[in-house]
């Protein structure tokens, strides 16, 4: 049985990634039905390809097709009210950071309820969070959001750390997953508004030479 | 026992979306083996992911490797001949449209075998349809085809939902089959021809500022 | 049971193949949880595709985390040290190198092992040695390194040739296994050195036509 807690999390995690896979399509002008393909393949593509790795097969949308429905329902709305948001490279971020974390603990959760070790379900809740985001910008023929300069991946590390940490350690399923949920929001959210980043890999000159490395 | 219409329109759908990955590495002037690659990435990736998401594992070309061959055969035959279309990437899309229409029913016909639920059949077509071209596309570092101007999600659409629901309403598999094929090429092919679209998602000036959306 | 020089050569490629997933993140720059995430989707991206395919679910590293483990501390180790190359898009060429002809071998080792058909592991292990090379220049919003001028595709052909060839003749394992590496990695340095490519596909003027192709 899925508890009310985690389902409602997994559908508002399809909600927000669907509605940033519209906004990005709205933005490359796309016809109704493109929206509706790029907010469905962002919004079940990153659980898709986890429950491939994991072999839980078919993949969770084929045996209930109102995640579908939920998906174009959404593209068919944002195709009217894309334009309302002041800007929708800004609301497309912040909708994607919700979904970032709220994906990497349902990942998370899923990965250990199908008996991974710990180490994977971490894994299996950043590719979770990550790869709607990938997809939906490689088929925009986008920048991918992965290499943005404020905090990304590693709110959702924290995300899925957080709640894996906190649920071997014996928290009731609710508090582990909204606590992760709320350490990777943040995180990302902080970053987002002061337009902070984690150190980043800086180039430096090249031992032995005169010229800047290629 | 497959029928040998399915059969036979689910090789022509292969051929021809080789012959598109073909192509399309020919314009990135590669060598013979990476047009062998791109075809057989083009030529099945469709059906692949379509296998991978319905548990059908291995993937229909593991058992089979007169899949592969074909493939191969198609880029050593375009690697002497791709110079022949006056413009090839013309060609291309005409193929990609014949395809395009062919795996949205025969994605769909599989999925309905493997016993989805209708809706999940039609996205399954839509899939297997859409995602050789975006492989592709990706792989020779091209805008994705989804993005073309044209009418294209939306015949994979048409091509998939009329084989659905003719199958549904109790009509034969050929003709379910040739139907759909037939209004899903029938739609992209007036789109290229003359250059209609549905109506795109245009933008418009947000609410209560002066500049427009980012 | 898996033989040492099996698993030798399978950590080897890993390791080498999450290396240049790190460089290349370390090329855009990315913070220390970006280049894990780059260096992780690089070592083990190709195995776990061949391992979706295949249907041997879930895939490899599920069930063994210190594959993670090994990439995220790759990761880490070149956070610090990216910048001793002189060029780091050299040296990440000449990793790929190694990965490509190691992954080719594993690969098609792991598809044989599975029971396909010598076509398909062949096939297969050109899918495991290239598919982590694409997933990582896809991720960092490169151009993919299969459409370099020097031999890339055919390298990895090569090496999965000889290797499922020798197996077939009755080599044993580490011979087979080593011929097929060297093969492999003796042409792409080749090339890689010399700048010498296979015959590419050139354009022609279109038959009856003034202007040039598409």
Known sequence: ????????????????????????????????????????????????????????????WVSRPAYLIVCIAVACVMFFVAHIPQSRLRSLLWLDAIGLALFAVTGAERALAAGTDPSVAVAMGVVTATFGGIIRDVMAGETPVILSREVYVTAALVAALVYVALTLAGATRPLAMVSGFTAGFALRATSLHWGWSLPRYKPRPPRGRDHPPA
């Open 1 to 60: 049985m899925i508890e009310p807690i985690a389902s409602a999390l997994d559908w508002l995690g399809i909600v927000v990634f669907a509605t940033t896979g519209a906004l990005a399509a709205s933005r490359k002008q796309m016809d109704v039905v493109g929206l509706a393909l790029l907010a469905t393949a962002t919004g079940i593509g990153g659980g898709t390809l986890r429950d491939m790795m994991l072999g839980l097969l078919p993949v969770f």
